[in-house]
């Protein structure tokens, strides 16, 4: 017997499964695509904080999980024997006027408050970083030590291997037995809002482009709304659109083209690098923009964990275990701007 279904193998379904199968629960897992097979699967992996100002539950939260990601990560590769791409390697912004520099020095001695010693956000000068650097007119960047990366792939590949070796089964179907948890993307989200009669969610489709280019070790750039991301595997990732209205939600089109030209503009050096995948995937965006946590609104005695738009691999790591405190030990956790009851 099972003792919890989790519907849904990408991020948040297999950081849930993963809290609760090291709880000691028996766990199965269901994805008609496989695993990573809706945005989880893609190639951006950009893990990066809510500014240090205007604190509220959602960024405390979020912290709290970008911090715990370094150890989960490890004990994710050492069970799983694969290379989920994790590694903190900071970000790099430009800052574009004076007032723009002025609101990144306010920021800064925010971090010193709110980010609690763990990690810094400073304004250092582009000559510093002048091998792997954005334009920037002010010649200043924004550089915080909080944002890491990892690969989604092969990230959600090692959680799925990390959960096997733990006893977890893995399909395309099955049966649901035990506690059930929903955690099955945007068409999830669609299709709760058809079952309620209004929007609580929708999917926004996202284009990204994979490049080589050997800058592993790099910080991450964040430069003309856009995350240019040197992952460990000796590729970049650059990314990417956010698309409310598609007709096909997995092609690239003209709107991939101008993101690539507004990465090499900020970055001239990938003008060279060969150009190795064009990537299209759709994002879960809950109406209140947070993760949608907890009860299932319509389905009596199950759960949802859903909504991870842009933030869903940054906030795995404590998602699983507020999810693993409810679906296991009946114990609310989760903070109230996340339970489902904020989007309906």
């Avoid at 920021?107 to 002048?130: H, M, N, P, Y």
């Avoid at 926004?204 to 280019?213: E, I, S």
């Avoid at 947070?290 to 869903?312: D, T, V």
């Amino acid at each position: 017997m099972v003792d919890v279904t989790v519907m849904g193998a990408g991020a948040f379904g297999l950081s849930v499964a993963w809290a609760c199968a090291k709880r000691g629960a028996k766990v199965r897992v269901i994805d008609p695509g496989g695993v990573a097979a809706g945005s989880s699967g893609g190639l951006v992996g950009a893990l990066a904080p809510h500014t240090p100002e205007n604190w509220n539950d959602k960024k405390a939260f979020q912290f709290e999980s970008l911090i715990m990601a370094e150890a989960f990560w490890q004990e994710i590769e050492e069970f799983s024997g694969l290379n989920s791409g994790y590694g903190r390697t900071g970000r790099l912004q430009p800052l574009a006027d004076d007032r723009a520099l002025e609101l990144a020095r306010k920021r800064e001695d925010g971090a010193k408050e709110l980010w609690q010693g763990l990690a810094t956000w400073r304004v250092v000068e582009r000559s510093e970083f002048v091998d792997w650097a954005p334009q920037s007119p002010t010649g200043k960047l924004i550089y915080d030590t909080l944002t890491a990366r990892m690969h989604p792939r092969q990230a959600c590949q090692a959680l799925a291997e990390a959960l096997r070796q733990k006893g977890t089964e893995i399909g395309r179907e099955g049966t649901t037995q035990g506690k059930v948890v929903w955690a099955t993307g945007w068409q999830g989200l669609m299709q709760l809002s058809e079952n309620i009669g209004r929007t609580v969610g929708n999917g926004v489709k996202g284009q990204a482009a994979l490049f080589k280019l050997d800058r592993i070790g790099k910080p991450q750039l964040f430069a003309d709304a856009l995350h240019i991301i040197p992952h460990a595997d000796g590729t970049v990732a650059v990314g990417s659109t956010s698309e409310r209205e598609f007709e096909d939600p997995s092609t690239t089109d003209e709107q991939l083209d101008d993101v690539i030209a507004r990465a090499i503009k900020a970055l001239p050096e990938l003008a060279d690098a060969p150009l190795l995948e064009r990537w299209a995937g759709v994002r879960p965006r809950a109406k209140s923009r947070a993760p949608m946590l907890g009860e299932h609104p319509l389905r009596k005695g199950e759960f949802i964990a859903n909504g991870g738009f842009k933030i869903g691999f940054g906030m795995a790591p404590k998602i699983g275990e507020c999810m693993a405190d409810l679906v296991l030990e009946d114990r609310d956790t989760i903070p109230e701007a996340f339970k489902p009851e904020a989007s309906l």
